[in-house]
């Protein structure tokens, strides 16, 4: 099966600028998940969604991050404006169902840059 | 959910079995334990999981205590390839909303 796709692979921006990434799934997927993993540390939850609605984002900085899936497909997240404590790799995972015998499956992620 | 603990690095030497432990001392009974690495510049990937039993699989087996407080991951032959940070998780059973949780896990490093 395909993986969990993710695009760009890389960005660079600089601080208060916009930036967004995009997430698909693997196919069927209900439960759809956005860490941040800032350097030698581990990822770090931002987001889970269940089909298209919003199961946990208490550990996403609504002031400036934003994300949506609104099909309950592809999901897209949102920085604006970004800072420089928002450099990390961005990842995106799924899961059949959020279930304790569905493994996750991760995207090889975005990595971004704010200078 | 649980928190966990365990060693920062290990060495392993290539063709012998990696033994990665993991404390979860304050683990529910509704909890199982989790266990992903993620390899330099890649995504975290699913190892094993368990509730009480152990289990195997092709890439590991992992040994849950009785009393459940702790737990270890075995590579049975460690190769170059399996060096990796791995990470020892614990979640809750069932519930929508108990997404994984990751500490700073074991970085483990095999050599020839």
């Known amino acids: 099966e395909a993986g969990v796709a993710q695009s760009p692979r890389y960005k660079i921006i600089e601080k208060r600028q916009s930036v967004a990434f995009w997430c698909n799934p693997i196919?069927?997927?209900?439960?759809l998940y956005w860490y941040q993993q800032i350097l030698g540390q581990g990822p770090k939850l931002l987001i889970q969604?269940?089909?298209?609605?919003?199961?946990?984002d208490s550990q996403l900085p609504k002031d400036r991050f934003s994300a949506e899936r609104l099909k309950g497909v592809d999901s897209t997240l949102k920085i604006q404006p970004a800072k420089l404590e928002d450099s990390a790799v961005y990842l995106c995972?799924?899961?059949?169902?959020?279930?304790?015998?569905?493994?996750?499956?991760f995207g090889s992620g975005t990595r971004l840059t704010v200078v | 959910d649980a928190k966990t603990t365990q060693p920062t690095s290990m060495d392993c030497a290539e063709g012998r079995a990696a033994n990665l432990p993991c404390n979860h001392s304050?683990?529910?009974?509704?909890?199982?334990v989790y266990w992903y690495r993620q390899i330099h510049s890649q995504g975290p990937q699913y190892i094993i999981h368990?509730?009480?039993n152990n289990e195997t699989n092709e890439m590991a087996s992992l040994i849950i205590t009785e009393d459940r407080k702790s737990s270890t991951l075995i590579l049975p032959h460690a190769t170059l390839r399996d060096t990796a940070v791995y990470y020892c998780?614990?979640?809750?059973?069932?519930?929508?909303?108990?997404?994984?949780?990751f500490g700073k896990g074991t970085t483990l490093s095999v050599s020839s």
């Open positions: 304050t683990i529910s009974g509704n909890e199982y």
């Open positions: 196919s069927g997927h209900a439960t």
């Open positions: 995972a799924s899961s059949l169902e959020p279930g304790p015998n569905y493994g996750y499956t």
């Open positions: 998780i614990v979640r809750v059973a069932g519930k929508a909303g108990t997404a994984l949780i």
């Open positions: 969604f269940q089909n298209n609605g919003v199961v946990d």
């Open positions: 368990g509730l009480k």
